[in-house]
């Protein structure tokens, strides 16, 4: 409780101010040391409250960056894993490529007196193939039969005073002899017309070189000579094209269904597979199998090509044994 004063005069004033102090003096004798000493604490702890409350602040004020910076660096771990969990996802990809394996059912096809064409199928299977790209159906599976490479000679005809005879003449190496090829789709829907050229998919895309004799190449090329073996080849059914030959059976396992004609040309025969992903060549493999002639039809065959003289002794001497019986029959009638 505060109270008004007022100022005392020269003699008051002394008594004034002795009165005072002896209140002061009572006021210190009578106060215990312990309250001196827990007031003391009290007052310091009062006066240290406020800087203490004010430095409490300032470090919350200096927290919020650091926890501010403590969220980011949260942030950038969980940022950078994600970054390497997809740096090992294209590792392993990279690692464990698709790749495609096949196998044939037939190692050898034999050709009788009596073989009129057959069918062979290829089965084969996608490995570390992609679900989803399966899902949406983003594989394309060509597989082509190639026979033995041989060479060709093709002659324009022209009509010279009513007879036909042979005029301009072309010729060509490494043509296959037999071309069959299967897919799961046109093969303008399966890759570019480049890439489809640099793998000869196709029989518009085989490449023919043409050579003239000694195997010079011919300075101007004459494509309609190409345009016309190919026609002749397609017309005797010796290439061919099924964009429906190829057939998914699960997954990741296929099959392709070839047809043979019964003019199919003896020797080995090379299956090749191709995979292709977004017009993309992945993966290819590689087999064979045999195609030969069996019983007479082998010797007879066999005897022709590799002893040539003696196949056509034989001839002459049939030839006229046949001559001879044959005037022996009729002239007795």
């Known amino acids: 409780m505060f109270t008004e004063t007022r100022p005392c005069g020269p003699i008051k004033q002394h008594f004034c101010s002795s009165g005072v102090a002896a209140v002061f003096a009572v006021m210190m004798i009578c106060a215990s040391p312990s309250q001196l000493v827990a007031q003391t604490p009290a007052a310091n702890d009062t006066d240290n409250s406020t800087p203490a409350i004010v430095q409490s602040e300032d470090n919350t004020e200096d927290n919020e960056p650091v926890a501010k910076q403590a969220e980011e660096n949260d942030e950038a771990p969980s940022e950078q894993t994600d970054l390497e969990e997809e740096e090992e996802a294209a590792a392993v990809e990279e690692e464990n490529p698709e790749e495609i394996f096949i196998g044939i ?17 290829v089965f084969g299977t996608v490995d570390n193939a992609d679900p989803f790209a399966r899902l949406l159906n983003s594989y394309a599976i060509v597989v082509v039969v190639r026979g033995p490479n041989q060479e060709v000679v093709v002659r324009r005809k022209e009509r010279i005073l009513g007879i036909w005879v042979n005029r301009k003449a072309r010729a060509y190496g490494d043509v296959p002899s037999f071309y069959a090829l299967a897919s799961n789709r046109e093969l303008a829907d399966i890759a570019s017309k480049q890439v489809l050229r640099d793998v000869q998919l196709g029989i518009d895309n085989l490449t023919l070189s043409n050579y003239a004799g ?9 494509p309609e000579f190409a345009e016309s073996l190919l026609r002749i080849r397609e017309n005797d059914g010796l290439y061919s094209e099924n964009p429906e030959g190829v057939d998914f059976l699960g997954s990741n396992l296929f099959r392709a269904t070839l047809e043979l004609p019964s003019s199919v040309p003896i020797g080995r025969h090379t299956v090749t597979a191709y995979l292709f992903r977004d017009g993309e060549l992945l993966s290819s493999r590689q087999d064979s199998f045999q195609v030969r002639k069996v019983g007479f039809e082998d010797a007879l065959y066999n005897l022709a090509h590799q002893h040539g003289f003696w196949y056509g002794v034989i001839a002459v001497i049939i030839a006229l044994i046949t001559g001879w019986l044959a005037s022996v029959v009729f002239g007795r009638r």
Do not use: N, Y
């Open 105 to 121: 059912s037939v190692d050898t096809v034999p050709i009788s007196s009596d073989f009129s064409g057959r069918s062979i199928a």
């Open 214 to 222: 000694g195997g010079s190449p011919f300075v101007i090329p004459e």
